[in-house]
Structures are given as structure tokens and as C-alpha cells.
């Protein structure tokens, strides 16, 4: 992100003033067999490796894709590891981000990560929190974030961020990180999640600006021939990938947001060795992060479609490759942001009316601290800020089919028994509160298309939210049903759900469940 002000990172004092707080996992798997299943997944876009066909993204089997996503941040700071991990789970952190209608995550690193001496921190282990993350280093722990997300129907962009954990830079390289140590880490990423297709692309470098140039033909300062010579580097060990250009600060005089200045496409296109795999990503913001002549304008907010048509929506408009906003953001305090944000989604095109035919984006950020920006969640790593939240609610796009299977299988037609199981875990209790999971396990012969939970607690205990199921409680007995995303369960499939409850010593209640 553009860093005339820098984020406030401060990872470790604010772990010490976060709740804890557990989201429910899903899980899903599908019968390959089943053919239903099989025209489920051929007909849900998303599925495999993509690539570009004019300005759409593409699946494998050729149907247009739409990234709707969110940035979660951590792995380029000294933290190692995405933030909020000190408060929650990495699971339900994903579980959220899904059931909010992300259906992309964008994952910031620095070429830290790579180096031996590399240790991850600031996770918590209690209660059960992060438990298959426990000595492990940070690329084992991206493996794992990578594993979830695609079996929840995520997709994954990696994020080049920065060199080191140190901050950003203009160029792609610096002294200690010269570009042989870039494209040989890219290239690192690239072999290591070959075959999973939940690791859709990776963006090469986060925000390249003055002194980088575009089509100067400057070897060391030509943001365009380097992403050139590190896209092909990518390509020649896992061809399938995605490969994400940034902008830079200033074309032929004419300056803009870091990485947000794509002017020099049409005249310097990123050529590739692998046709139809580059995607042209910018990165727009408003004035909560630094101020730009634009927001003053007389006309404003009238005046932004020609501001983006200008630095990077012409190449989306004169279908000559897909447009991706990487990064956009606010913390919503002004007007002027107000409606820069609704001008900015407007212009993103609304998914309702042209499905995937629209710019692609992933919001700045999940993650609440971030300094200029905020995020879509709360200071306490789990309230989502609905207001924020609810301005992207027009361009927010399906998911894509899980690793495991299409979870819509619409059930075994030659009959069986419908059955389900539950299960009731207290993850944390804190005397006036407590937090709890429910997983919901399909034990029966079919799959099933919803079902529903029942307890009864022997005390006052109420529910005073709940996450991936819907609920009624009247007196001591509580009522959870599905959510619409994770119903259906194939045979031994299962699926989680998670509440907070109040005041705490709420034990585990006998849960019975009913499924149809």
C-alpha cells in the first residue's frame, strides 16, 4: 500500500489487548463418483488453473472468474505469520473471510521467509487455538493456510511485499536482496505449490514507485522488463500460474498512487513466453492515506471514473487484459472517503449485473491494524465492520469448488438414510463469557441438503452471536440451523459452526441433530 503514512503494525502490544475468540471450521467432501456431483463441479466456475482471454480471467474448463477477495497481512512483517493469529485460529479467520463472501486471499510476504533463521511468533496455542501450526516455520505455515483455503473454495494470490521484513521498497531489489534472490524465492513459491490450484498467481512486487520506471528501457529501473524477466522465471517452473504486474508511481511525467500507475501498457505490454497469463493489478486509495489533487476537485466524485479510466481501466474497457485493484481502502471517517469507496465499487462494476465480466479486486484489509486503513474486522479480531463491509456487498462473487469436491451434491437419488451427528466443544471461558464449536457430521448413506442442532443448557446461558449457522433460543434451549454455504454434506462430510455465549461455565450440553 502507498506509504506516505505508514501503518501502524504494533503486532505484539496489540496482542495483549485482543479477545480470544473461535470461528467454526468447515470441512466438506464430495463423492467423485456420484455423476450429479460431477455436473455440480463442471458447472461451478473456478475449478483448476486459470488464464486470461482478453480482459476476463478464465478457468480451466474456460468459464470467466471473478476475484473477490480479501488482503490478510502478517508474513512480511517480523511477526512471520499472518496477524490475528495471537487472538484466533487460523481456520475460522478463513471460515469468516468466507462466509462475508470473499472468495480470494491475497497473502503479503517479504523474501524473509526464505532465510533459515526465520521463526514465526506471536500465535496463540491455547486452547486448541492454531494447534497443527505448533513448530512449524513460516512457509510450512503458509502451506497450511494454502490447504484450508482450497478446501473451502478459496483461492490464493501470493503477495511479494517486500524484500525483507524491514518495509518496502521502490525497486524489485535492493542491496541485500539483489533480483537473483527475488526471482529465485518467486521461483521457490511457484515449484512449491505446483499441482494445487488453490494458488491461483503471484504478484510479483507489492507498489513499485519513483525511481521505477515503465518502458524507460533502463535494465535496472524498468519495472516492465523486470516483471518480464520474473514472470518468464515463474512460468518455466509452473507454467500454469497467473502472473500479476503491478503499476509504478509516474509515467512520461504523470504520477499517481504507488503501483497504481498502469499508463504505460498501452504503449509497453508485459509479453510473456506463456501466452494469456499476465493480469494487470493497481492499487487505489483515499484520503485516510495520503491526499491526491483529484479528491479536491470541484467535481469530485464525479470526476474518479476518468481518473481510473486513465491510470488502469482503459485496459480492462479496450479488452486488452484483466484488471485486478489488489488493494484499495479507507478507514471511512470522512465524506470524501465515503464516497470515493461508493464511486470506486460503482466503478468496479456490480457482480449482480455483469457477473464475472468486471475488475477483479481484493479490499485492504482483513486485518484491523492497519494503520491508515483499518479493516473489515474490529480491534477485537472478530466483530466485522458491517458498514465497511457493506459497501463491497455489490461486487462480492461466488466461491469456486473446494479441493475436496463440489459440496452442492444434491443427494443419492436411489434413497438412503439422512442422519447427522454433533458435537459440542468449549473453546474458551472467561467467567463472563465463553466461546463455543458445534461440528456437524453427516453419519448417514446420503448427502445431505441442510440440517439443524438442539441443545439445552442447565443454567441462564444465552447466545450472544454466532458465526456459519443461524439460531433461535427460547429459555435455555438453543435451535441452530445451517448457513447457506455449508449445508450440504456429503457422506462423512462435516461442517462447524461457532457461537459466543454468556455468562461462562457453560459446559457441553448433549446435542442432538436432525437432517434432511
Not at 474456460?62 to 484466533?88: C, D, S
Request: charged share 15%; hydrophobic share 40%.
Amino acid at each position: 500500500m502507498f506509504r506516505s503514512l505508514r501503518r501502524a503494525l504494533c503486532a505484539a502490544a496489540a496482542a495483549l489487548l485482543l479477545i480470544l475468540a473461535g470461528v467454526g471450521a468447515q470441512t466438506v467432501h464430495a463423492d467423485p463418483a456420484a455423476p450429479e456431483d460431477r455436473a455440480a463441479r463442471a458447472a461451478a466456475p473456478g475449478a483448476g488453473y486459470w488464464h486470461t482471454s482478453g480482459r476476463q480471467m478464465m478457468d480451466a474448463a474456460g468459464q470467466p472468474v471473478r476475484i473477490a477477495g480479501i488482503n490478510w497481512f502478517g508474513f512480511e512483517t517480523a511477526n512471520y505469520t499472518p496477524h490475528g493469529l495471537w487472538a484466533r485460529d487460523y481456520k475460522s479467520m478463513i471460515d469468516q473471510m468466507k462466509s462475508l463472501g470473499y472468495n480470494t486471499i491475497r497473502l503479503p510476504y517479504s523474501d524473509d521467509l526464505f532465510k533459515s533463521g526465520t521463526v514465526p511468533n506471536s500465535i496463540d496455542f491455547s486452547g486448541g487455538k492454531n494447534a497443527d501450526l505448533q513448530g512449524l516455520g513460516s512457509l510450512q505455515i503458509m502451506d497450511r493456510i494454502v490447504a484450508y483455503a482450497g478446501q473451502g473454495g478459496l483461492k490464493v494470490v501470493l503477495d511479494r511485499h517486500r524484500p525483507d521484513a524491514a518495509g518496502q521498497s521502490a525497486l524489485w531489489y535492493t542491496s541485500a536482496v539483489p533480483e537473483s534472490t527475488w526471482i529465485a524465492n518467486l521461483k521457490a513459491l511457484a515449484t512449491r505449490y505446483k499441482g494445487n490450484s488453490t494458488v491461483v498467481g503471484i504478484d510479483l512486487h507489492n507498489e513499485p514507485h519513483d525511481p521505477a520506471c515503465w518502458g524507460c528501457g533502463d535494465t535496472t529501473r524498468d519495472w516492465r522488463l523486470a516483471a518480464q524477466r520474473a514472470g518468464n522465471a515463474v512460468l518455466s517452473v509452473n507454467p500454469d500460474l497467473l502472473i500479476f504486474v503491478e503499476g509504478v508511481q509516474t509515467f512520461n511525467g504523470v504520477s499517481g498512487w504507488w503501483g497504481g500507475n498502469l499508463m504505460g501498457v498501452a504503449q509497453y505490454p508485459v509479453q510473456l513466453d506463456v501466452p494469456n497469463r499476465v493480469v494487470y493489478s493497481a492499487h487505489d486509495y483515499a484520503t485516510s492515506v495520503a491526499q491526491q489533487s483529484w479528491f479536491s476537485d470541484p467535481s469530485f466524485p464525479a470526476n474518479m471514473p476518468g481518473i481510473w479510466d486513465k491510470y488502469w481501466g482503459y485496459i480492462f474497457k479496450q479488452n486488452i487484459a484483466p484488471v485486478w485493484v489488489g488493494e484499495f481502502g479507507t478507514t471511512l471517517q470522512s465524506t470524501i472517503d465515503q464516497k470515493w469507496l461508493a464511486a470506486l465499487v460503482s466503478y468496479l462494476r456490480p457482480t449482480g449485473t455483469y457477473g464475472a465480466d468486471s475488475i477483479s479486486w481484493t479490499f485492504w484489509s482483513w486485518n484491523p491494524n492497519s494503520g491508515d486503513t483499518g479493516g473489515i474486522l474490529k480491534d477485537d479480531w472478530t466483530t466485522v465492520d458491517t458498514v465497511k463491509d457493506g459497501y463491497l456487498a455489490s461486487v462480492k462473487a461466488p466461491g469456486f469448488p473446494s479441493g475436496g469436491g463440489d459440496p452442492g451434491d444434491p443427494g443419492d437419488p436411489g434413497g438412503g438414510t439422512a442422519a447427522c451427528t454433533a458435537a459440542y466443544t468449549v473453546s474458551s471461558d472467561w467467567g463472563g463469557g465463553f466461546n463455543a464449536e458445534v461440528k456437524v457430521t453427516n453419519s448417514g448413506t446420503v448427502a445431505l441438503k441442510s440440517w439443524k442442532t438442539t441443545w439445552t443448557w442447565p443454567g441462564a446461558q444465552k447466545v450472544t452471536s454466532m458465526w456459519n449457522a443461524s439460531y433461535t433460543q427460547s429459555g435455555s434451549t438453543v435451535i441452530a440451523s445451517n448457513a447457506d454455504h455449508n449445508g450440504a454434506l456429503a457422506v462423512g462430510g462435516s461442517a462447524s459452526f461457532g457461537f459466543g455465549g454468556a455468562p461462562g461455565g457453560g459446559g457441553a450440553p448433549t446435542v442432538s441433530c436432525t437432517a434432511t
